[in-house]
Structures are given as C-alpha cells and as structure tokens.
C-alpha cells in the first residue's frame, strides 16, 4: 500500500547498525522518493537522537527500557517516543508507513514484521534470522494480507531481481554466491586456533558483529539458503550454493531452459536497500558505480563442506523443516554470542549447533508459538553444552 503521493513513507527498525546506517544514506540519496517516519534502535540512544533531529520522524524508539526517560527528554520537539517491544510494534504499525524495513539482528524483528504485515505494510526484511525461523508463517501472513516481503540481502534482491515474477516452475536452480569468508584458503587443521579478531575480518563486507562471525563460520549462507527457500518457495534441493570470493555476482537464477541470469555491480549494501524500499521502481543514483576493468576477474569454487559443515546441517535444517530450522538459528545465535565473549571456541560454533540439532524432536507443521517454544528450548540446550 502506498500513500496518495509518491513518497513511500518508510519505518526503519535497527537504525543505528550497518544495514541501519546504509539505509540512512539511502534516505538522503532519494528525498523526493523516501521519507523516514519511525526509528528504532538497541541501545546507541546518542545516534537515535542524531537521526530523529535530522529527519523529523513521527516515532522514535528504543529497546533499552532504562533509556525511556532520557530518549523522551532529548527527543526533538514534535517526535514521540517509545521503548522495548511495544515500540517496536507501535512502529511496525504506524497508520502512515508504506513499508517497514527490518534490520534488527537476530529474532527480535519477527513480532514488529508479523504485526506490520497484519496491520496491511509491505516490509523489507535483512532480519535473515527471522525467515530462517518463521518463513513459512511470514510468507503465509503476508499472501492473506496482499502485502509484499523484499529482500533487502543481496543474494536474496539478486535473485528476486533475476527472477522478474518468473513462476517457480520455471526455475531449475537458485545460486547462491558466498565470498567464502575470512577463511577460505585457512587450512582445516589451523581452524582449532581462530581467534575472534581473525574472524571479524571478512574480506568483502563491513557488518555488524553477528553476521561477520556467520561469514566466517558460513552459517551466514545456510542462513541465506533456508530464506531463499521461504521467499521464492523454491525446495532446499534447488537451492545451491557456490563460492565467488570477488561478490560481484550477487546470485543467479538457473531456468529450466539452461539460461542463468545473475545480478551484478560492485558490493554495496544501498543498492539492494535502494531496490527493497523503491520496487516497483528503478530509481536513479549515483552511488553505485561498477568498473568491470578494475574488477577484470570473477572466480567460482565448490564451497568445502569438510571444513564448513554449517552448510550440510543448514539443508538438512531446510529439508526437514518444521521447527528444526528455528533451532539452528537460536543454536547458532547462542554460540556465536558465546564465542564473542570468548567463551567457545570457533570450531564450538558449529558443534554447538549441530549438537543442539541432534537432540531436537522436530515438529512438522509448527504453529508460531511451538516455533517460539523450539526457540528458547534452543537457547538453553545450546546455553547449557557452552557451559560444560
Ligand atoms: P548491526 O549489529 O550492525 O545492527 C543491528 C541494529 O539493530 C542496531 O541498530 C541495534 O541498535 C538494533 N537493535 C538490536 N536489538 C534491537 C531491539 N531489540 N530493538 C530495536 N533495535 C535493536 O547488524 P547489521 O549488520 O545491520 O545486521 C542487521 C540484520 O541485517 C541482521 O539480521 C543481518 O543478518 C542482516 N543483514 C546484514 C547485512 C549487512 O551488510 N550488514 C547484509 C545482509 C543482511
Ligand atoms: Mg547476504
């Protein structure tokens, strides 16, 4: 649904992380096109401020409920503001917003997208984790609501770009690109000694903290091949996977005719917002600029599953389905905060979760709120090995 002019009225949850900030400059690329009308953001409140002075909003929020008093006192005049989930919600559901773009990491987006979507708002989701989770249930939602799920990661806009409302019956095969990660060329026996720096430094991307440490371990592309299968209702078979470390080619769709068409340009994580939050339409920027000489190669490897086995327990996850893959995210997500406080060690990343998910009874057909229960029985089956 849009307003009667052609600005897109747009709410951003996570506004002060990388897909936050990038989402900003995309906001200042295009005024006649995008306005902001809600923010909300974790705990940086001196950033929060800084964006509602700049644009005005109607609602700002944040999830730290100790900061609501001083959030509503440094606000600028004319800018409510809200606290913890009921923010997040209030926000979701402005009666103005067109679209609600998701960027908060981890779970914590899955309830502000289901009330956006219910409440009648196209969302635009980098939330990976909370299709991962629910994709069944938020496709489900949005289709009885007529309201549409963009992608804003860019594996997932590259297909959605190459597909062009191509029927799934017409598709033999999604690629999924990966740039491999920090340790793509790290032999197998050197993974025992990876310490945290080492894996915040992923070779293409600047991100926030979690899903760096998911580019490394790989889990990060699991995560991204049980989304594509949600988004694009395309089986977890036909889901593949191949490593191009220069992330030029951001994915590609394999037709049935042997024709592969893939979406290209020098990695930027505004061109795929930009896409998310103007589709229908191609709106121009100057900002993404891509020089095919500079670049002059592109490369392709099968991705090592003996050294990132994140990759096999993500398809099993996606094949058998039901709360299963809800289990692996929270697993993952337990363990990759674990290790960032350097209490496991990076090959304890994978263990964890592939433990985790040994010793899960899978539900088919889960309800929401059995997904929710398989989430927090994750957490602490997943809390409790990490502590032994
Ligand atoms: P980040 O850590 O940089 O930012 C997270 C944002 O969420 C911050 O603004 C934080 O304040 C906010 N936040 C956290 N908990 C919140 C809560 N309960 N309520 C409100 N706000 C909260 O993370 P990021 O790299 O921007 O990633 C965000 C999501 O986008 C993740 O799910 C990630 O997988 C996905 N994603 C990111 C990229 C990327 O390039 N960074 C690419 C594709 C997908
Ligand atoms: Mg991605």
New binding site residues.
């Given amino acids: 649904m849009e307003s009667s002019d052609s600005i897109k009225n747009v709410v951003l ?8 900030t990038s989402t900003i400059k995309v906001v200042e690329d295009l005024p006649q096109h995008l306005r902001l009308i809600g923010l ?5 409140l001196g950033d929060l401020i800084t964006q509602a002075k700049q644009f005005k909003p109607q609602l700002i ?1 944040i ?1 730290d409920e100790s900061l609501k008093d001083q959030l509503r006192s440094e606000a600028p005049a004319g800018v409510r503001a809200s606290c913890g989930d009921e923010g ?1 919600i209030e926000l979701a559901t402005l009666p103005d917003a067109d679209i609600v773009l998701i ?4 779970t ?1 987006g899955l309830a502000p997208a289901l009330a956006a979507i219910r409440a009648g708002k196209d969302i635009a989701v ?4 909370i299709l991962v989770m629910a994709g069944e249930i938020v496709m489900r939602e949005a289709k009885t609501h007529g309201v549409r799920v963009l992608a ?3 594996e997932h806009s590259a297909i959605f770009q190459c597909l062009d409302d191509k029927p799934a019956t017409s598709v033999r095969n999604l690629w999924l690109t990966a740039s491999g990660g920090p340790f793509r060329q790290t032999p197998k026996e050197d993974f025992s000694t990876i310490g945290l720096e080492q894996a915040l430094k992923h070779p293409s ?1 600047e ?5 760096t440490i ?1 580019s490394a371990t790989l889990f ?1 592309k699991g995560l991204e091949m049980i989304e594509a299968r949600w988004l694009f209702d395309i089986e977890m078979p036909r889901v593949k996977v191949i490593v191009h470390p220069q992330s030029v080619i951001h994915s590609m769709v394999e037709f049935v005719d042997g024709s592969i068409i893939s979406q290209l340009s020098t990695p930027d ?1 505004c061109l795929p917002i930009q896409y998310a939050l103007t589709y229908p339409e191609r709106v121009a920027s100057e900002r993404v600029q891509t020089d095919f000489a500079k670049i002059a190669t592109l490369t392709f490897e099968e991705p090592d599953t003996e050294k990132f086995p994140s990759l096999n327990l993500a398809r099993k996850a996606g094949i058998i389905g039901g709360t299963l893959p809800a289990v692996l995210n929270a697993a993952n997500e337990v363990a990759v905060a674990a290790f960032c406080e350097r209490k496991l060690s990076f090959l304890g990343i994978t263990e964890t979760v592939s433990q985790t998910m040994e010793s899960h009874q899978t539900k088919t057909d889960p309800t929401l709120e059995e997904i929710l229960e398989a989430d927090q029985w994750a957490r602490a089956d997943a809390t409790r090995r990490i502590a032994h």
Wanted: hydrophobic share 40%; glycine share 16%; proline share 0%.
């Fill in positions: 949850l996570g506004s002060t992380g990388s897909i936050g909300a953001a974790g705990r940086r929020s999830s997040l960027a908060i990491v981890g914590a980098a939330s990976k984790e804003v990661d860019s991307w991100m926030g903290q979690k899903i998911d990060n994580m």
